[in-house]
Nanobody, 124 residues
Framework: QVQLQESGGGSVQAGGSLRLSCAAS????????MAWFRQISGKEREGIAG????????YYVDAVKGRFTISQDYAKNTVYLQMSSLKPEDTAIYYC?????????????????WGQGTQVTVSS
């Protein structure tokens, strides 16, 4: 059974940084498309960063470009999201997702494996 375990969330002041980790088990990252989504209270889950199978392509939503970086470590079978220059509007629950790359990277239905989520709170 595929498991994705997020960690690294927490509370930080605006302008600060956090690194989220997503440890995967029962899958090999290089054969999956991985992404980070976030869900702000009362809003739909949105894709914010994706890394395609083999790591050759990375994608970001405009709101996080230049501030967030997605990466993966095959040896640790872990995906990371380095978040810098955090803003209060980045406050959300962040989810790691794994999929088979058969839909656009922001499409929630394209991912059939999800982590439990980790809370990120940015105060002004």
């Amino acid at each position: 059974q595929v498991q994705l375990q997020e960690s690294g969330g927490g509370s930080v002041q605006a302008g600060g940084s956090l690194r989220l980790s997503c440890a995967a088990s029962e899958i090999t990252l290089r054969t999956y498309c991985m992404a980070w989504f976030r869900q702000i209270s009362g809003k739909e889950r949105e894709g914010i960063a994706g890394i395609w199978r083999g790591g050759g392509s990375k994608y970001y939503v405009d709101a996080v470009k230049g501030r967030f970086t997605i990466s993966q470590d095959y040896a640790k079978n872990t995906v990371y999201l380095q978040m810098s220059s955090l803003k209060p509007e980045d406050t959300a629950i962040y989810y790691c997702a794994a999929g088979r790359c058969d839909m656009g990277w922001t499409a929630v239905p394209g991912y059939n494996n999800w982590g439990q989520g980790t809370q990120v709170t940015v105060s002004s």
